[in-house]
């Protein structure tokens, strides 16, 4: 039988078939070997009986032999033979002998015998053999071939006086003649073959039995309380749960039971607490859910407020800021109306920037932002943009410059909205810079489908754990050590200027990176797709809310000021 099919049979089929087979198999290993080795020994056994048979003839017919010899009367010889054939046995009636001398003469005086058997007998005597036994099987004959040693009553009678044809002289314990046994096998052969077939009979029987008690075992013992759990298994997986394991062995498969009763207990009790904790955690969810229809109708009126609240807060902000500009060309102001006029136009100005901010928020939080994509140079906007901030940066005493790789191609984007992501980026960093400081302006491509809009300042810079916090909504980083646990205002701004270039920059299809060091400045990145798609939708493309003032609305909203 080949491996797979020894691993079929024993490691891909029922317990049952395997425990029959291992049992089985090792029970009919365990008898045939048993039984074989009884019936070895029993035909050694019935042939050590041939030789003790044997050898008790041999001591009869060397008496029977001398008898005859030492009787004179022919008659009385002839009555001695007959006798002796009368007191054999029946069975062993067909045995026969034979004394020889020690060369193999007749004890008779006949010529020498020509069996070469009878050689071979001799000479394994002379080398030190007591007997020697031959099977013929072809003459169905046991032969058993005994030395004659010379005893003290031999040499007495025949070995007295030297032989003057031998120059040998015999002494006692000395080898002086052979006896031939012939038994018949016929007796021995029908003995071995009754005895192998009693042995045959009781291991079929015994192999039949201890079959039978295997499958008993296996069956009853080992696999029905197996089956039976599998049973309750299965109709437990269907759902009926009011089933339990009943095994009444008194051995490991009842407490196997036991603990299966118990573990289907356990579970039941935890499937009721789980049907509890669901329906608390249902009612909770609807709860939750009606809380977020609620907080999404409040947001939305928040958002539909701010938006109008912003938009009708600029016409008044810009008529305001339009007459602090007429008061300001005035020649009839003092000095100290003069300071009053410029301190109008600043708050002015801060606050319809911070209105403009909230404004972009609510655009962005509504979704109603779109992109105006349009083919443009990069090189020329943050040439515009950076000469626009240079008056700003001068009043601070900072080097503000900018460069833009060469082989940057002609963009394919909002320019309004890359316009807004950087003004906010250069007016970050102007003020949070100090005096005499650097801020640097790169473009740099970044293979054939992106680039990169880099913003480096010298400024204070972002700790460590303000760095994802600035990006959320009116936030601030921290700028004075020692206070860990608030953020600091000690800048100006409304905190919006991140969020937005965050929010605008995913609209776009980039994302913006920060690295800072507080105290040693701050890198914004901005990563930018060179082409974007006019026909997109920006939901198509964006995950998060959308909105910002574009260019030609922030236009507007300086041609409107400036008409005022």
Known sequence: MSYR?????LGETSLERKCRFLFGGGLMLLISGSFYFYAQLNSDLVYDQNKTMARLLMSSSLLEKHWTWSEPEEEFVRIIEKM????????????????????????????????????DALEQ?????????????????????????????????HYHK??????????????IGMVKITL????????????????????????????????????????????????????????????RADIRTGDEYEEFSHAFNRMLRHLVTVQDELREVNSDLDYKVDELAQVNLQLYEMN??????LATVSHELRTPMNSILGFSDILSSSKNLSDKEKRFVENIQISGKNLLELINDVLDLAKIESGKMERQIVEFSISDLVQQQVAGML????KKNIDLTWQADEKMPPLFQDPGKILQILNNLLSNAIKFTPEGGRVRVEVVPVGEKSFELVVVDTGVGIRLEDQESIFEKFRQGKSIPGQADTLTREFEGTGLGLSIIRELSKLLGGEVRLESEFGNGSTFTVRL?????????PIDEYDGPVGAQTLDEVSDTEETTKSA
Request: with cysteine; hydrophobic share 40%.
């Open 5 to 9: 099919g020894i691993k079929r049979l």
């Open 84 to 119: 002796v054939d009368d007191f054999k046995p029946d069975d062993l009636g067909d045995y026969n002998w034979v004394l020889m001398k020690e060369d193999l003469t007749s004890a008779d005086g006949g010529s020498r015998p020509t069996d070469e058997a009878g050689y």
């Open 125 to 157: 005597l002379r080398k030190g053999a007591t007997e020697v036994v031959r099977l013929v099987p072809e003459k169905d004959e046991y032969q058993y071939y005994g030395g004659v040693y010379a005893a003290g009553s031999c040499l007495t009678c």
């Open 162 to 175: 030297p032989r003057p044809d031998s120059k040998r002289t015999i002494a006692e314990g000395d080898l």
């Open 184 to 243: 018949p096998l016929e007796r021995t052969e029908r003995a071995l073959a009754w005895n192998n077939a009693v042995l045959l009979a009781t291991a079929l029987v015994t192999a039949f039995l201890a079959m039978l008690a295997a499958y008993a075992i296996v069956r009853y013992v080992i696999v029905k309380p197996v089956l039976h759990l599998k049973d309750i298994s299965d109709q437990i997986a269907q759902g009926n749960l009011d089933l």
């Open 300 to 305: 939305k009126l928040k958002d539909d407020f």
């Open 391 to 394: 008056p700003l940066a001068e």
């Open 529 to 537: 797709p060179i082409k974007i798609e006019q026909q997109l939708h």
